[in-house]
T-cell receptor, first 116, second 109 residues
Framework: NAGVTQTPKFQVLKTGQSMTLQCAQDMNHEYMSWYRQDPGMGLRLIHYSVGAGITDQGEVPNGYNVSRSTTEDFPLRLLSAAPSQTSVYFC???????????????FGAGSRLTVL | GQQVMQIPQYQHVQEGEDFTTYCNSSTTLSNIQWYKQRPGGHPVFLIQLVKSGEVKKQKRLTFQFGEAKKNSSLHITATQTTDVGTYFCAGRTGNQFYFGTGTSLTVIP
């Protein structure tokens, strides 16, 4: 099993450009989520999904879109990148969210994004 | 909104000294999880606490969940250089996980 795979690992964008961060998991996890990590801020939830076709907003959703057409994939889209979106992004999944014992998060390796 | 705070933000210890990080939530949590992130790496799950007042141990690591289910702590006895990293707590409310700000541990050999 590959676990949670994120691509790309590094990306540099210019302000206003768009891009998609890819996240795929092969563990048949229902729950998938995106976080951004900034110094001194911990991990902040951007969007999450409890299953295919279902997505919801987290703490910091502005400027980001997601979709969940399959159980395996949960891409994060930046429609018009801004310097404030410079960060390290982590995708994480779990079997379920609300069942203790099934809600341990498995993280991808991260994607470092710089917006100039 | 939900807030999970951790203190201290940074901790430098001599190898062999003890280390503790504290996690406080503004609201009652369903459970609390702890993760470790090595420098340049991604968070890795350590443990989950579910019951009020629960205490769990993993070798030199002791985890506690407060009686009101609003705070937690991680204590490392006799730190080693392999303990270096950032420790995060994460509380769950509904389908959302709220991570603490993290405590970065440096162990001086």
């Amino acid at each position: 099993n590959a676990g949670v795979t994120q691509t790309p690992k590094f990306q540099v964008l210019k302000t206003g450009q768009s891009m998609t961060l890819q996240c795929a998991q092969d563990m048949n996890h229902e729950y998938m989520s995106w976080y951004r990590q900034d110094p001194g801020m911990g991990l902040r939830l951007i969007h999450y999904s409890v299953g295919a076709g279902i997505t919801d907003q987290g703490e910091v959703p502005n400027g980001y879109n997601v979709s969940r057409s399959t159980t395996e994939d949960f891409p994060l889209r930046l429609l018009s990148a801004a310097p404030s979106q410079t960060s390290v992004y982590f995708c994480a999944s779990s079997l379920q969210a609300s069942v203790s014992g099934a809600n341990v998060l498995t993280f991808g390796a991260g994607s470092r994004l710089t917006v100039l | 909104g939900q807030q999970v705070m951790q203190i201290p933000q940074y901790q430098h210890v001599q190898e062999g000294e003890d280390f503790t990080t504290y996690c406080n939530s503004s609201t009652t949590l369903s459970n609390i999880q702890w993760y470790k992130q090595r420098p340049g790496g991604h968070p890795v799950f350590l443990i989950q606490l579910v019951k009020s007042g629960e205490v769990k141990k993993q070798k030199r690591l002791t985890f506690q969940f407060g009686e009101a289910k609003k705070n937690s702590s991680l204590h490392i006895t006799a730190t080693q250089t392999t303990d270096v990293g950032t420790y995060f707590c994460a509380g769950r409310t509904g389908n959302q996980f709220y991570f603490g700000t993290g405590t970065s541990l440096t162990v001086i050999p």
